[in-house]
């Protein structure tokens, strides 16, 4: 038996259904090719759908009793009354929501009134970019859009000059998820990984699927694409848990809805990575990095499909919980691009995040190694992200724990081996789960990032905040005024991670015995973080 309950708001030319799979769709009936809007939230079959004007919300029922009240322009839930908390019990009949008393009337075994009265609540509770984790975001200059990715296969293109939604397609890998995104050189097409083992190529503005790539053979997990022009050939480059970097040429003259991998290279089949493979990085025009789960990172060359050099990040300091064995993982990589004009070079080329919350800078010339390994969150939380400026003078890294770290990395790493960790420039909390994307933009003036929190937020390089995608109101970004700053989202003021950190909190010994602490930690000689 096919359910399906609608209510059409002709004065907006908007279509509201809902079924049996749980979820609520917005629709143009005059463009019924996709919806508008998903509302998801219900946990059993959606039985009764009702849009009041007047209020721009939508009230829905489901066949639990569960009734729940929608923001009809940013989509977000306002509110869920559980049947225990309304009382109704059995099964729904019947349901009518009257205007007038702005009540509900719902008939089971017996007849209820739900007077509803939704109050003004802050809208740092209610605003969420996506309803489901964010697992990826990237800027597109070409358009000055913000594409936003979550894990159930959800696509959002923003306005980043003001916030507001411009689309949104879904289902982009069936029930698979999405892990990874990118732009073709010209920005008119987005490419999709999923979990699903295929890569999608996209028209983003209308959510169309131009082409598919994937192998043959069972499909395994997408980790990480990217699109790099080599001479003249444009292909994307995807790396997973088959092991193997797979390269798909983009012809342009190619109508082909499916495409395959063109063959291995040689050096990755007989010397490449053991483990899955988690990042892939370019530096133009011929360096391409690769990093896996056992720690291992090859920089290849994409031209001959050599490998170039491979390094092996530390293993985790002593004195850390491992009963599952250490977690040596790299997932983050990130290019210094204008150290690398000089092949001969013997300064840091390189970054990869490590084991226990580390960051490790590399050279790759003059015999590759470590130069550098530090740890920039005090509860050693993971290094979830990393992005440098244009010209390799700031350093932004991201944890899990929501925190984004500045560095001055100007000289840092430049003459060999550094002791120390370079100079702190700033850091704040931009969200309360781990921060899954991050990225400068407007020449790194502004920072974009997305979270585990349902949330993609924007930035200035200093840590101001300006607004969250999806929030009701909307910000210019040329326009310091019209951004969140001083304030902050509520769920960060209040999360406890977000209190600053004090010495006299973090010690064991009294106050007044820091000043002989910090006599014996200065005697104290340091260990070349760069040995073992």
């Known amino acids: ?45 959606v039985m009764y759908v009702h849009v009041a004007f007047e209020e721009n919300k939508v009230f829905s029922m489901s066949a639990d009793n569960t009734v729940k009240v929608w923001d009809l322009e940013t989509h977000g839930c306002c509110c869920t009354i559980s049947s225990k908390a309304s009382g109704i019990k059995g099964e729904l009949t019947a349901c009518l929501y009257l205007p007038g008393p702005r009540a509900l009337c719902v008939a089971t075994g017996t007849l209820a009134f739900l007077h509803l009265k939704v109050g003004s609540v802050p809208e740092s509770h209610l605003v969420r970019s996506h309803q489901e984790p964010v697992v990826c975001c990237r800027y597109n200059p070409a358009f000055r859009h913000v594409v936003s990715c979550c894990e159930a296969s959800v696509v959002k293109v923003w306005d980043f000059e003001t916030g ?27 490419v999709t990984g999923g979990r699903d083992g295929c890569l999608k190529i996209w028209s983003y503005n209308n959510g169309h699927c131009l082409h598919t790539l994937q192998h043959d053979e069972n499909q395994s997990e997408v980790c990480d694409c990217t699109y790099m022009e080599v001479n003249r050939n444009r292909c994307v480059i995807a790396v997973g848990w ?29 010397h490449g990575h053991k483990e899955d493979i988690l990042c892939v990085a370019q530096c ?17 060359n994409v031209i001959s499909g050599h490998m170039y050099c491979k390094l092996n990040t530390p293993s985790p300091m002593d004195g850390q919980d491992h009963r599952e064995g250490p977690d040596r993982s790299v997932s983050q990589l990130a290019f210094l691009k204008t150290r690398l004009t000089k092949l001969d070079s013997a300064s840091a080329a390189l970054i990869s995040n490590g084991p226990g919350g580390s960051v490790c800078f590399w050279k790759l010339f003059s015999g590759s190694g470590l130069v550098a390994n530090f740890t920039p969150s005090r509860e050693k939380a993971q290094v979830s992200g990393i992005v440098v400026t244009s010209g390799d003078t700031l350093a932004y890294l991201a944890d899990q ?12 790493g430049l003459q060999g081996t550094e002791l120390q ?15 899954t994307s991050l990225e400068l933009i407007e020449g790194g003036s502004i920072v974009l990032s997305s979270s585990l929190d349902c949330t993609v937020r924007l930035w200035s390089q200093d840590g101001a905040y300006i607004g969250t995608f999806g929030q009701n109101h909307p910000w210019d970004v040329f326009t310091p005024d019209s951004w969140g700053h001083p304030r902050v989202p509520f769920e960060i003021l209040t999360d406890p991670r977000s209190m600053p950190t004090h010495r006299v909190l973090e010690t064991d010994v009294p106050a007044g015995c820091l000043e002989g602490r910090q006599e014996q930690d200065h005697g104290t000689e340091e260990k070349d973080p760069c040995e073992g």
């Not at 507001?164 to 987005?190: P, W, Y």
């Not at 193997?244 to 991998?261: G, S």
Request: proline fraction near 7%; aromatic fraction near 12%; include cysteine.
């Open 421 to 435: 960790a370079p100079n702190t420039v700033t850091s704040w909390r931009a969200h309360v789960s781990m921060v």
């Open 164 to 190: 507001r939604q411009v689309s949104e397609f879904i289902g982009t890998h069936g029930n698979a998820g999405i892990t990874c995104l990118t732009f073709d050189s010209s920005g008119r097409r987005l």
């Open 1 to 45: 038996m096919l359910l399906s309950v609608s209510r059409i708001l002709r004065r907006k030319n908007l279509l509201v259904t809902g079924g049996l799979d749980r979820i609520i769709r917005v629709w143009n009936p005059y463009l019924p090719g996709k919806p508008t809007g998903v509302l998801r939230g219900h946990r059993a079959p």
């Open 242 to 270: 088959d092991r193997r970097i797979n390269v798909y040429f983009d012809i342009p003259r190619d109508f082909h809805h499916f495409r395959k991998p063109q063959p291995h290279w040689q050096d990755d089949l007989n």
């Open 401 to 412: 724990h929501g925190f984004i770290h500045v560095y001055d990395i100007q000289e840092y």
């Open 284 to 300: 133009p025009p011929f360096l391409l990095a690769t990093s896996s789960y056992d720690g291992e990172i090859i920089v290849w």
